[in-house]
């Protein structure tokens, strides 16, 4: 590929910037990918972040000159041209996306195969959010492949289609009870149930305004986007300023969306205070508790359960995918609600239902975690000796109340490095965050100790981090630097 020399970005083609994508440059952020959308720079990945730029270059052409069968020069679309262009532009900012070839096996999480290009080698895992090893609990498995067994593999399709699998009915049961809601809803993903939840409950609601929390996940900014509502942010857990949003909103519907666990920075939303200012400004609340559900309460219910708040919630999100192992998402809330979701929202009436075994085996899980604290109460003492060794070894640990343990690296090609040595070298898998998962600047390694990870494990992991700390350097050359 040929790069001609940055210029001025006041010389940027706006009328082609937003029909494809061109490199802008951003002081202290460097290149990106990015489109000139609704009047202002954003990245082209998400259309979210505003860029400031100082130089842009052209992306590589996406029309090429083709023969055709008379050897008369003729224009023809070359499509994959514009793919690989959006891929360039991914290396450019040192965000594609690597993942390993893993195995698990089964009775000894959290260790794994990896399928590497040099044959299989014994790993540790150490970025799961499997946190509790529900996916590995030998009941758990059991009652999959005794459902299956007795029920088959699929659900048939659709609910709508299909009718509800008994099994289904029963998680749901399971789900309502945990939260103490009157009804709860399954789907095919956390991801799911936060897009379809948000954009079909903000649509029946007239003139809905909807507050989400700054640091919301992608899932919800996107159910968001697709309510068509009028949306404000809110400071992430700034009360004060959610506090005069709401107070400048008046009378009109409102819809406050946040998490419980924020599992980027691994910290917790003030759940009571939202309460409050939404029931002062008559507003419903919905709660992603994904990173929380089977992890903390009495019962597994999540932060609200363990703060005592969760009859105040309005909506509760959640996982199956997480802390109880298997697959799924649901909301959990009134009845009325419930139904108007399920009657409502295409990602739920177009998509084919859980399997009947992995629902039955999501239920194991949650009834399990309901009735047992062993699992809790061992992953948060894993989680403080991580936390402890870590900081005894001077890595730059971000403070955290949660079992989320960030390392701060602050750049994605060494973020990348690290990680790949880690592997390499030491047979230690931890994926690496980077832009658009966190701003750039705040790459950072996320560690997720489990109850299963050994004194030994962590020792291991300690040592490894340390030398890798100090064999990749902290200031890698960059991949192009802007002309003056």
């Known amino acids: 590929m040929s790069w001609s020399r940055p210029r001025s970005i006041a010389s940027a083609p706006f ?230 949003l709401l107070c400048e909103a008046g009378s009109r519907p409102k819809l406050v969306v946040f998490e419980s666990v924020y599992s980027m920075d691994g910290d917790v939303s003030p759940i009571g205070g939202i309460c409050d200012l939404a029931e002062r400004h008559d507003a419903l609340t919905y709660l992603d508790e994904v990173h929380a559900v089977g992890m903390y309460g009495t019962r597994g219910g999540g932060i609200a359960e363990r703060e005592g708040v969760m009859d105040r919630i309005d909506i509760i999100e959640g996982t199956l995918g997480k802390a109880f192992g298997v697959l799924g998402g649901y909301i959990a809330a009134s009845r009325r609600i419930v139904d108007a979701v399920r009657s409502f929202a295409p990602g739920f009436i177009f998509t084919t239902a859980l399997p009947p075994a992995v629902a039955a085996a999501a239920a194991a899980s949650v009834r399990h975690l309901k009735g047992s604290s062993t699992e809790r109460n061992e992953h948060q003492r894993t989680v403080e000796k991580v936390k402890a060794a870590l900081k005894n070894a001077g890595l730059p640990l971000m403070d955290s109340d949660t079992h989320i343990v960030p390392v701060m690296v602050g750049d994605a090609q060494r973020c990348r490095a690290l990680t790949d040595r880690l592997l390499e070298k030491h047979d230690i898998y931890i994926q690496p965050i980077n832009y658009p998962t966190v701003s750039k600047g705040t790459e950072r390694l996320r560690i997720t100790p489990t109850p299963f990870h050994t004194d030994a494990d962590i020792v291991h992991l300690t040592r490894a981090l340390h030398e890798c700390w100090q064999a990749v350097p902290a200031d890698p050359v960059p991949f192009l630097q802007a002309a003056e």
């Open 15 to 244: 009328e082609l910037a937003a029909k494809e994508p061109i490199l802008l440059f951003c002081a202290g952020s460097g290149w990106h990918s990015a489109r000139w959308f609704e009047g202002k720079w954003v990245d082209s990945a998400t259309l979210l972040q505003e860029l400031v730029p100082t130089h842009w270059m052209p992306s590589p052409p996406s029309i090429v000159p083709l023969r055709t069968s008379h050897q008369e020069t003729s224009t023809r679309v070359n499509y994959q041209r514009f793919f690989q262009t959006a891929l360039d532009g991914l290396v450019t900012e040192q965000r594609y996306r690597i993942f390993a070839d893993l195995e698990r096996v089964a009775g000894k999480f959290p260790r794994a195969i990896w399928h590497s290009p040099q044959g299989k080698r014994d790993i540790v895992v150490w970025c799961s959010n499997d946190y509790l090893g529900m996916g590995q609990n030998p009941d758990v498995v059991e009652v999959m492949a005794s459902t299956a067994r007795a029920l088959g593999t699929g659900a048939g399709g659709t609910r709508n289609i299909s009718g509800n699998s008994h099994p289904v009915v029963e998680l749901e049961r399971e789900l309502a009870d945990l939260h103490g809601k009157e009804a709860a809803l399954v789907f095919t993903s956390g991801y799911i149930s936060n897009q379809a939840g948000i954009s079909t409950i903000a649509k029946l609601i007239p003139d809905c305004l909807i507050l989400s929390d700054a640091n919301n996940h992608n899932s919800m900014i996107e159910g968001i986007r697709q309510s068509g509502c009028e949306r404000l942010i809110f400071r992430h857990n700034d009360l004060d300023h959610l506090g005069r």
